[in-house]
T-cell receptor
């Protein structure tokens, strides 16, 4: 079993839909959680960075962490075709620690 | 904010040839630096990381090596490339108290 599991997709949604992307993990000691967006042939771009449990909102993006369930989510409201990309979750034990990545979910938002 | 420069963006090399990929960072001092490889449709594999000049840790045995001759310069090398070295190579940087950021990568094809 991988330490971080992420459905590879592809996830196809119509423009304007609410998108939910998820990761589950097995190590309950993880405390820092990140979401990266990766466009084709580009490096991952940091979208959200959260510590411990709770929600964090940034524009159309909301990151949610449920440590009791070992489950994190990224919600995208009013999805746009420009949101089409691969989304990678990542987590670490402490701020300076190595990141453990999920395999990424490919999202396609159709006009 | 941190800026990560990687070059070249694309590289085609014959089997058995040497390799040198360079990564330089701006906007931070004494960062942790990382080299990852991303195979097509697969997740990120950490190859090397460095916490300071001349300090290199390798995560997996392989045909590659890394060096850090200056605080904000990280080099990935090989003396003789193998077909299996093909992939998307990403440099990443983490400044003190900051999350990890990535460069735009080098796509390496071995013929």
């Amino acid at each position: 079993q991988k330490e971080v599991e992420q459905d590879p997709g592809p996830l196809s949604v119509p423009e304007g839909a609410i998108v939910s992307l998820n990761c589950t993990y097995s190590n309950s000691a993880f405390q820092y959680f990140m979401w990266y967006r990766q466009y084709s042939r580009k490096g991952p771009e940091l979208l959200m960075y959260t510590y411990s449990s709770g929600n964090k909102e940034d524009g159309r993006f909301t990151a949610q962490v449920d440590k009791s369930s070992k489950y994190i989510s990224l919600f995208i409201r009013d999805s746009q075709p420009s949101d089409s990309a691969t989304y990678l979750c990542a987590m670490s034990l402490w701020a300076g620690n190595m990141l453990t990545f999920g395999g990424g979910t490919r999202l396609m938002v159709k006009p | 904010s941190q800026t990560i420069h990687q070059w070249p963006a694309t590289l085609v090399q014959p089997v058995g040839s040497p390799l040198s990929l360079e990564c330089t960072v701006e906007g931070t001092s004494n960062p942790n630096l990382y080299w990852y490889r991303q195979a097509a449709g697969r997740g990120l594999q950490l190859l090397f990381y460095s916490v300071g000049i001349g300090q290199i840790s390798s995560e997996v045995p392989q045909n590659l090596s890394a060096s850090r001759p200056q605080d904000r310069q990280f080099i990935l090398s090989s003396k003789k490339l193998l077909l299996s070295d093909s992939g998307f190579y990403l440099c990443a940087c983490r400044g003190a108290g900051q999350p990890q950021h990535f460069g735009d990568g080098t796509r390496l094809s071995i013929l």
